[in-house]
């Protein structure tokens, strides 16, 4: 049954109903709600999980890791400087193996400091081994999250749920929440790997340190795992579609929305994808071939799948709400990388929304008929 | 369910393969006949490697001795033995 | 006739710490009181790094190392999972850390294990000095002692700060239990870890231990400068319960002046030079005084 939420409240009911074994998390603008949320529950007597007041985001990132490595699910959430600060942790928890959920409120990185959405906190860790998954409605965000712990635990990988700070977590919307006995239909208890986490019955010692040697073949095994989830990734939302009658996207990876035959394809993740979806509908009324490809999996990369969305493209333009500063957009890289020999189109970056700046349909307009010109630098796109 | 294919855990103990004996330049000899039993050599040994052997010196004292494959020769069972039961000799070519 | 180790301890030999290193002999004891229903919480540090090189590792109870600054936030974590497990009445969490991991960059992390009151036993292995990166000065380096970052010169007299109390840091958080001893009384060790595990909530055991290469200091003096540093009241060996001084190890009624103790040490050769040298002896010489009346050490 559909019930208007809140985003938080949307994501503190799922993770209720996830059953998490330990939570603990700090704090920040603009996550408060779920851990706020989260605390209320378990004050209730609503909520079974052990829920940790942690002193900082890097203790509470620390408090789940011991927790995971003793074998249980746990789940914490942060935000841009929160997200930063447990930065160190988050390398740790990806390299040692622990699926660990966290959901990053997606919030602008300071100096100067910005309460603001943009996305720029979590595509700064890419390089951390964290799955990254981006939902564009707080419905897409609620099953992203059981979708997430199940891969998760599957691939022995922590998998990050993205949301758009404020954007998603602050506004209302009409969510189904999976009740718990639904979603242990998808999500079976967890079984941590033997031989990988604390057990007095069979003890062994984690995070040992790697010398020359050795430690180039760990991290190669966890590339192609983090490569490889792409089909786990596939396969568990074809599952989701079938339990809980919902699609996440087309295959969990991302979402095409009129690109059969469109010249023009946007390419961006997160809630913008909404506003894009308005402004293209308008177009094409207009008589204007343009499409969307939304990015929800963001790492893994689903590199096959979106080289043949944008194959037939003859403009690309790449909507990044983050920036490498002094190169381009994030995504507007990663698409390039794969046009190499694949793709004709002509890729600009975009870069739209840094510290809550206000994405509107204009702009919007106003990208499409910039990617139609010659021009191919990169743009921010203000006002 | 994942199965590593490089194992990122080390099993309990096993740094045991590690034989440290071969660090030291000078060895302890323990005087069966001196040594009291105290467990005072095992208390300092920062390898833990004194120990009671089990058998009765003519004193009817059960005597300690060390495992050389790991001594170091640090030196510290020799200095703290109460009774001087050990001497630290040149154990080196 | 060759002797063969049953090695029934907890922390197997094998491990590359400097012979005659003063913070092993205290940790296996420790680990060997705690006992095989232990998980253990490791800083980044010496005592890691000799006894976890992959594939091997010393321990032989399960054992995490995360990060150098967390093992308190981890324990945490352990502990409560077991709660969730059911386990946390059977099983001991043990987090433990060098004097860098305690003193300066886990700081914030212990002081929030210590504020929720959190059934774990933390111990911290004191050298003094950051060994492990090579002898730079901590929060616990005493005053005047020559480490990599207090060079003795004409424009210094080594450290210039005076050592951090996690003590009373300890006491400040309501800590029930909260000892010091040294690596000098292997006994008082085990007495202490027994008697803080009887405590439900933090315990906090503060562990002076000898670093042969961090002090200038012969391979076999771990133990009697473990003794000697508490017997002239340089490092008071003390235990508290529930904030009251119960119990704190005595002075001998003829005290050992302070320069017994910094001779032995090539840290603090420096200060037997010249007169500035004395000067800053008989400043050292009044931390003791001031300890053994503080701590009711005669």
Request: hydrophobic letters at 35%.
């Amino acid at each position: 049954m559909k019930q208007i939420l809140e985003g938080s409240h949307a994501v503190a009911q799922i993770i209720n109903n996830c059953q998490p074994a330990v939570i603990s998390a700090y704090p920040i603008t603009p996550q408060t709600h779920i851990v706020e949320d989260l605390e209320r529950l378990k004050a209730e007597g609503r909520a079974d999980f052990e829920y940790v007041r942690a002193e900082s985001e890097f203790a509470a990132a620390s408090i789940v890791l011991g927790a995971s490595a003793t074998g249980v699910r746990t789940y914490t959430a942060t935000s841009s400087q929160g997200l930063l600060l447990m930065a160190e942790v988050l390398f740790n928890i990806a390299g040692m193996r622990l699926p660990v959920v966290l959901t990053c409120a997606n919030r602008a990185v300071s100096a100067p400091i910005s309460i603001w959405n943009d996305q720029q906190d979590a595509v700064t860790v890419r390089d951390s081994g964290w799955l990254q998954l981006y939902g564009e409605t707080n419905q897409e965000v609620t099953d992203l999250h059981v979708l997430g712990f199940k891969l998760a635990e599957s691939l022995q990988l922590p998998v990050m749920v993205n949301m758009d700070g404020f954007v998603l977590t602050h506004t209302y919307e009409p969510v189904e929440i999976p009740t718990s006995t639904m979603i242990k239909k998808y999500l079976p208890d967890y079984k941590p790997v033997k031989d990988n986490f604390l057990d007095i019955n069979n003890p062994c010692s984690l995070g040992t340190f790697a010398p020359p040697d050795q430690y180039m073949e760990i991290r190669q095994e966890l590339h192609d795992d983090v490569n490889n989830a792409k089909k786990e990734i596939i396969s568990l939302s074809t599952e989701f579609k079938k339990i809980f009658s919902r699609n996440i996207g087309d295959n969990g990876l991302i979402e095409s929305y009129k690109i059969k035959d469109a010249n023009i394809i946007l390419v961006a993740m997160g809630s913008v994808c909404g506003t894009i979806k308005e402004v293209i509908d308008s177009q094409r009324q207009k008589g204007k071939k343009v499409g969307l490809l939304k990015i929800i999996s963001f790492r893994p990369f689903a590199d096959q799948e979106v080289v043949t969305a944008l194959a037939k493209a003859k403009q690309v333009a790449v909507i990044d709400k983050s920036i490498s500063l002094g190169i381009e957009g994030i995504l507007a890289s990663e698409i390039k990388r794969l046009a190499y020999n694949k793709l004709k189109a002509k890729i600009q970056s975009f870069i739209v929304g840094l510290g809550g700046r206000d994405v509107s349909q204009k702009m919007i307009e106003q990208i499409i008929s910039q990617v139609a010109g010659k021009d191919n630098n990169l743009k921010f796109i203000n006002k | 369910m994942k199965k590593f294919k490089y194992i990122l855990t080390a099993k309990p103990g096993t740094t045991s393969e590690n034989k440290t004996g071969g660090w030291r330049a000078f060895r302890p000899e323990v005087d069966h006949e001196v040594c009291i039993g105290c467990d005072m050599c095992n208390k300092v040994c920062p390898e833990g490697i004194c120990f009671p052997t089990g058998q009765k010196n003519s004193k009817g004292r059960v005597f300690y001795d060390r495992d050389l494959e790991y001594c170091k020769g640090c030196g510290l069972c020799a200095k703290e033995c109460p009774v001087k039961a050990i001497k630290m000799i040149k154990d080196f070519k | 006739m060759k002797y063969k180790n049953p090695m029934p301890h907890l922390l197997n030999p094998g491990h590359t710490a400097c012979p005659g290193c003063g913070q092993l002999i205290a940790a296996r004891h420790v680990i060997n009181t705690c006992g095989k229903n232990t998980i253990i919480a490791n800083a980044t540090g010496c005592l890691e790094v000799t006894t976890s090189k992959h594939p091997t590792s010393s321990w032989k109870v399960p054992w995490i190392h995360s990060l150098f600054e967390n093992p308190a936030g981890v324990a945490t974590g352990i502990l409560t999972a077991l709660k969730k497990k059911g386990l946390d009445k059977k099983v001991n969490v043990l987090a433990q850390g060098g004097d860098g991991s305690t003193f300066d960059i886990g700081m914030g992390l212990i002081s929030g294990m210590w504020e929720r009151q959190d059934n774990i036993l933390y111990v911290c292995y004191d050298t003094e000095v950051y060994s492990n990166t090579g002898y730079q000065a901590s929060g616990a380096t005493p005053h005047t002692a020559f480490t990599r970052t207090s060079w003795p010169g004409a424009k210094s007299m080594g450290n210039d700060k005076f050592k951090k109390s996690m003590i009373e840091i300890a006491l400040a958080h309501k800590v029930p239990y909260v000892a010091s001893t040294t690596s000098g009384y292997p006994n008082d060790i085990i007495k202490k870890v027994k008697r803080a595990l009887e405590f439900t909530g933090p315990k906090f055991i503060h562990i002076l231990t000898p670093c042969i290469p961090g002090w200038g200091i012969k391979d076999d003096m771990a133990i009697e400068l473990g003794k000697l540093a508490q017997k002239t009241g340089f490092f008071p060996v003390v235990e508290y319960e529930n904030g009251e001084l119960i119990n704190s190890m005595k002075v001998p009624e003829k005290t050992p002046l302070v320069d017994e103790y910094l001779q032995h040490h090539v840290r603090f050769k420096h200060l037997f030079k010249d007169k500035k040298g004395k000067q800053e002896i008989k400043t050292l010489q009044e931390v003791c005084n001031k300890n053994i009346a503080k701590y009711n050490l005669k």
